[in-house]
Every structure is written in C-alpha cells, then in structure tokens.
C-alpha cells in the first residue's frame, strides 16, 4: 500500500474514533464540559471513559458555585483504570480522548504503555501534550470538519 494511502487510512480513522468518543462524552454528568475517551488497540476499543464521579457517588460534578469537585476522574483517568479491570493490555494502544490531557492523566497514560493520542480540543494547558512529547508518545491533534 502506497505510504499516503495509508496515512490517509489512518487519518479516515482517528476522525472516526474521535467522533466516538465524542459521542461517548455525552455520557457524563458534567455540566462545565463533557468529556469522552476510548482506548483502542488492533482496531478494537478495548475501554471508554468520560469524566465524571467515582463509582458509588452521586452523578455531580459541580458544586453550586459551577466548580468541578478534585474527586471527579478525567475521561482518560477513566478509560485507564477501567482497562487495567479487565484482561486486556494498554501496552502500545492509541488513546482517543475529546480534549487534550492535562498532566496528571498524561502520568497516566505513559505509565499504561500507551504509544498514541489523538485528540480534539486543547485543554487549557498544555503541559499534558508537552510531557507526552517528552516520553516520545505521538501526539495528533484532529480537525474533525476535514
């Protein structure tokens, strides 16, 4: 197969999983911003997640002042742990997540072995894409209007 046949194959499916994980982001109780994430490996999603509370607690993610409470996981928080419940392995997958991760999931995500992110939207930092870069993970930002 032609190297820009492929690229193009590729990039035909980080749209598609992108729009899935936006999709999957409808999932979440936040009302701030909703966030979906799918970890995908040998082109099988192997785990979701979208930001929300922990299991057990009640599906509110502001208090009365809109202020997300430090207890509600990140979509790729979310995705991670919930992989590392099954039998599957994270070990060289591609993480598809709406907005781009902040530090404390990009943590996350090198220490779960993923080799791929694909994202959407920034996060309001960038020291999450900076870090990623840093432990040689491939970072893609996607438009989705292409």
Same mark, same amino acid.
Request: hydrophobic share 35%; net charge neutral; with cysteine.
């Given at each position: 197969?032609?190297?820009?046949?492929?690229?193009?194959?590729?990039?035909?499916?980080?749209?598609?999983?992108?729009?899935?994980?936006?999709?999957?982001?409808q999932?979440?109780?936040?009302?701030?911003?909703?966030?979906?994430?799918?970890?995908?490996?040998?082109?099988?999603?192997?785990?979701?997640?979208?930001?929300?509370?922990?299991?057990?607690?009640?599906?509110?993610?502001?208090?009365?002042?809109? $202020?997300?409470?430090? *207890?509600?996981?990140?979509?790729? !928080?979310?995705? +991670?742990?919930?992989?590392? =419940?099954? %039998?599957?392995?994270?070990?060289?997958a591609?993480?598809?997540?709406?907005?781009?991760?902040?530090?404390?999931?990009?943590?996350?995500?090198?220490?779960?072995?993923?080799? $791929?992110?694909?994202? *959407?939207?920034?996060?309001?930092? !960038?020291?999450? +894409?900076?870090?990623?870069? =840093?432990? %040689?993970?491939?970072?893609?930002?996607?438009?989705?209007?292409?």
């Amino acid at each position: 197969m032609e190297s820009t046949q492929k690229e193009n194959k590729q990039f035909l499916l980080d749209q598609r999983y992108l729009k899935m994980a936006l999709i999957w982001a409808q999932n979440s109780y936040c009302k701030r911003r909703q966030v979906g994430a799918l970890l995908v490996k040998d082109k099988m999603i192997i785990s979701d997640g979208y930001n929300g509370t922990p299991s057990g607690f009640v599906n509110n993610c502001e208090d009365e002042n809109n $202020r997300t409470f430090p *207890y509600v996981l990140h979509a790729e !928080a979310n995705a +991670i742990t919930k992989v590392a =419940k099954s %039998n599957n392995s994270s070990e060289g997958a591609t993480l598809y997540v709406t907005s781009s991760p902040c530090m404390e999931c990009s943590k996350l995500i090198i220490q779960a072995g993923i080799t $791929r992110v694909v994202f *959407y939207d920034n996060y309001h930092l !960038a020291d999450g +894409i900076d870090l990623l870069k =840093k432990a %040689n993970i491939e970072v893609i930002q996607v438009d989705l209007n292409d």
